[in-house]
């Protein structure tokens, strides 16, 4: 049976915990120091020759109070010993099997850290005063805006001349390069998203060539195939025969920030979605969009308006806010410039796009095999969430609607979506995704439901 020696341990803080956890720093003071201890052994046989190139199972406990005491946090790394029999690691990056790592308490009595390879007890020893620097994550220091005072915790400050945050303005990010056609004079660091005209790009668009950074500083190509801007939607299509559609792409743009949130972006035969619902609270104006309204107001309402599942902002946090229709075409604009609440019509191009048959787009009510499936999460549904694989990137979500009544339902099953288009005057088209299918359903109802919103690029 091989033994294994334990012959240095290597312990690495940031920073030393004495009395009242007290840090010094130059600029931006932050109690937190990493969340693990780096461990180097040299790994021996029994008869003293290194262990090399050898795999090497190695478990960590700390115990607390005594080298006996209860186990705090255990964990297990599966290693390769180099040439020279040495092995690296991390305590509090492995797989845990009991604790975790950042609750363990380190202000709070002895630690003791216990070694094991395999089965083999390499010894247990017991953390020093340095360790217990990670309790500095624990402590509140901060640094006053203005002034030279910096707080250490429990009431402590202590005056450092040029201390003050103030001498420390945060770095302005974007681009530095005034050749570039987004230059920013703004900007105090650069964060290598210069463009410059002329350059190549790729506008992530399969239907362009040569895709270029254009005068605009956009990236776009010539279109080659498929419909393009102003080309005529879904051919054949008595619905949407006459109706244009943009289908230049997302141009390589992953991400946008509105009103705060940050959106990411998906492109879909050719169109530029928002991959999340909507969940501004004012119109592209700033005028703020009416909300908290009672059972009765919500459902007779014929202005914009909007409300939060259940009025829990943690439902507001992942599955967007529900507005009625009427905000979908105020004049004020609910996306932001450049997008807009799609058509009923560009919600078909998005379904052909995905497989839809054009005599299936037209069709009221459960249409399509798959497509409804490529555009479900994977997450946050009900069970069975059947053929939910969001292939398209589309990333629906079961996010309920708001009544008539003033009710709240579906939530967890069912993902609504308006369309900007008028049905008549009282109805409007949406969309439908349902937790037992993996179809796309197309109908019309009351203009003053609150259903989710998506952003479609212009």
């Known amino acids: 049976m091989k033994k294994s020696l334990l012959q240095n341990v290597i312990l690495v803080f940031t920073c030393l915990l004495i009395a009242n956890c007290f840090a010094l720093a130059t600029s931006s003071l932050l109690a937190q120091s990493p969340q693990g201890i780096p461990y180097q052994a040299v790994m021996r046989n029994a008869d003293g020759s290194v262990m090399a190139n050898s795999a090497v199972s190695l478990t960590f406990m700390i115990h607390d109070g005594t080298a006996n005491g209860t186990v705090v946090y255990q964990e297990s790394h ?36 216990h070694v094991m390879m395999g089965t083999t007890d390499l010894g247990t020893q017991q953390l020093m005063s340095v360790p217990y620097a990670l309790y500095a994550g624990a402590c509140d220091i901060q640094v006053s805006l203005t002034g030279d005072t910096l707080y250490t915790g429990g009431g402590n400050f202590v005056i450092i001349p040029g201390i003050s945050a103030a001498n420390f303005p945060p770095a302005v990010l974007g681009c530095t390069d005034n050749a570039a056609c987004n230059y920013s004079s703004a900007a105090t660091q650069n964060d290598n998203s210069c463009l410059y005209t002329g350059a190549t790009c790729d506008d992530g668009n399969a239907n362009t060539t040569n895709d270029v950074i254009n005068g605009s500083c956009v990236c776009a190509g010539t279109q080659t195939s498929g419909s393009g801007t102003g080309a005529q939607l879904l051919p ?52 703020l969009i009416p909300t908290g309204l ?8 014929t202005s914009g308006a909007y409300a939060i599942y259940n009025n829990d902002p943690v439902n507001d946090l992942t599955y967007g806010k529900l507005y009625n229709w009427y905000t979908t075409v105020d004049s004020r604009g609910l996306c932001p410039t450049g997008w807009h609440v799609p058509t009923d019509c560009e919600w078909m191009y998005l379904e052909g796009s995905l497989g839809l048959s054009i005599t299936d787009q037209e069709t009221v009510g459960w249409r399509g095999t798959n497509e409804g499936g490529a555009m479900k999460a994977t997450t946050n549904w009900a069970s069975p969430n059947t053929g939910a694989t969001n292939s398209s990137g ?46 796309v359903y197309r109908s019309n109802s009351n203009k003053q439901l609150g259903f989710s919103v998506r952003c479609l690029r212009d």
Do not use: H, M
């Not at 996010?399 to 967890?412: A, E, M």
């Open 394 to 439: 589309f990333t629906g979500l079961p996010g309920g609607y708001r009544n008539l009544n003033g009710s709240y339902n579906n939530f967890g099953n069912v993902g609504y979506w308006w369309s900007s288009s008028e049905y008549n005057s009282n109805y409007a088209w949406y969309r439908l995704l349902n937790y037992y299918n993996s179809n």
């Open 236 to 287: 054949g299509n008595a619905t949407c025969s006459v109706q244009n559609i943009s289908v230049t792409g997302c141009g390589g743009q992953t991400s946008l920030t509105y009103d705060g949130r940050t959106y990411d972006l998906v492109e879909i035969g050719g169109q530029c979605w928002f991959a999340d619902n909507l969940a501004t609270d004012q119109y592209r104006n700033g005028d």
């Open 294 to 301: 009672s059972n009765t107001a919500w459902g007779s309402t």
């Open 78 to 113: 599966s290693l390769t010993s180099n040439a020279q029999g040495l092995v690296s690691c991390v305590v509090g990056n492995g797989v845990e099997s009991q604790g975790s790592f950042s609750n363990i308490n380190w202000g709070s009595g002895a630690k003791f850290l």
